[in-house]
């Protein structure tokens, strides 16, 4: 148990629609990361926040926002959903609180995403 | 484009015997490289890094292996045991970038 938590796990809706995927880091992290593996790909980087503040962005559709809130814990919106959107998401946590991108990340069990 | 390539998606070993999973990638200024571990229905688990100053980096039964000159990586798993079974990600970054690039993985399965 890497002490990030996800909810959902599993979530199925229909193409259009909007989700809302939540995350809380492990007690004391201050960064949260998402990611989304798509069948057969890597793990694909989307956002990091530390402390409430986004701190870089990677491969993340415009349709797609996130936010980290005062008690750390961090939600992916994901809007105007598409077949292509089904994925696993994770999120990440790290340690040290200055947000370097060499701190070890801790892993959720991840939601998986089914659009109809 | 995929920057961080595992050509392999899966490798069956016996027990007791080596596991070596590879790794390429593309990125000259990449400079620090991790492997995680992934059990079905869990997120992957940090295993292991190796930063560019080095060529090889142990920990317990898991080395990981840098050729900076051919952008490759490798870990080795010695011996290999049934619990190792699992998906290996590699991952690498740069100092100057602001994300993990990802391989798709590769599925070991260690016979017992």
């Known amino acids: 148990d890497s002490g990030v938590t996800q909810t959902p796990k599993h979530l199925i809706t229909a193409t259009g629609q909007r989700v809302t995927l939540r995350c809380s880091p492990r007690?004391?992290?201050?960064?949260v990361y998402w990611y989304q593996q798509s069948l057969d790909q890597g793990l694909q980087f989307l956002i990091q926040?530390?402390?409430?503040?986004?701190?870089a962005k990677g491969n993340i559709l415009e349709r797609f926002s996130a936010q980290q809130f005062p008690d750390l814990h961090s939600e992916l919106n994901l809007s105007s959903l598409e077949l292509g959107d089904s994925a696993l998401y994770f999120c990440?946590?790290?340690?040290?609180?200055?947000?370097?991108?060499?701190?070890?990340?801790?892993f959720g069990p991840g939601t998986r995403l089914l659009v109809l | 484009d995929q920057q961080v390539k595992q050509n392999s998606p899966s490798l069956s070993v016996q027990e007791g015997r080596i596991s070596i999973l590879n790794c390429d990638y593309t990125?000259?200024?990449?400079?620090?490289f991790l492997w995680y571990k992934k059990y079905p229905a869990e997120g992957p688990t940090f295993l292991i890094s190796?930063?560019?100053?080095?060529d090889k980096n142990e920990d317990g039964r898991f080395t990981v292996f840098l050729n900076k000159s051919a952008k490759h990586l490798s870990l080795h798993i010695v011996p290999s045991q049934p619990g190792d079974s699992a998906v290996y990600f590699c991952?690498?970054?740069?100092?100057?970038?602001?994300?993990?690039?990802f391989g798709t993985g590769t599925s070991l399965t260690v016979i017992p």
């Open positions: 990125n000259s200024m990449f400079d620090y």
């Open positions: 990440a946590s790290s340690s040290r609180g200055s947000g370097a991108l060499q701190e070890t990340q801790y």
């Open positions: 007690s004391g992290d201050l960064s």
């Open positions: 926040y530390y402390n409430g503040e986004e701190r």
């Open positions: 190796i930063s560019s100053i080095k």
């Open positions: 991952a690498a970054s740069a100092e100057t970038g602001n994300q993990f690039y």
